[in-house]
């Protein structure tokens, strides 16, 4: 008994669901050309900011409450000057000198992520990312040398 009824209950929001797809697939259709044109800007857009910013450090860390009172104490004052600092606040990077719609395409872009804080750098028009979140955490958990993170640092961005 409860089959059948499971059946017909069925029915009708099958029924529903194609209905839904007939009726939206034409709005889908009419958009995806002006979704791909809007995309293809986008990207020669983000392209050319990049070119902008060519040679720029960052180094881009966020809200974790584990890690971000040790980063704003130890590790951001003895960054190198050529390195800029990136706060992502939730899902908002705070920066009022970039473009933040760029960095957050460079930032969904990371093909190093592990997890925050992330290296980034912009040469030749591409970025280029390292995240120290294993060093970092060994500092903070272990008593780690804090100088060897300063050196991957360094090293990742071809400094001293």
Known sequence: MKTVKNILLAIPIGILTLCLIVIALPFF???SPFLWIREKKFKKEYLEYLQTIDGSNFFCYNNRKKGRQYIEDKVIPNLP??????????????????????LSRAFYGFKN?????????????????????????????QGGDRNELYSKI???FELK
């Open 29 to 31: 259709i009419i958009a």
């Open 81 to 102: 000057e050529e390195v800029e600092v990136l706060f992502l606040n939730g899902r908002k990077i705070e920066s009022d000198k970039y473009d933040t719609k760029f």
């Open 113 to 141: 992520y592990t997890r925050f804080p992330q290296l980034l750098k912009i040469r030749n028009g591409e970025t280029i990312d390292s995240s120290i979140n294993a060093e970092l955490f060994h500092c903070i958990n």
């Open 154 to 156: 360094d090293a990742f």
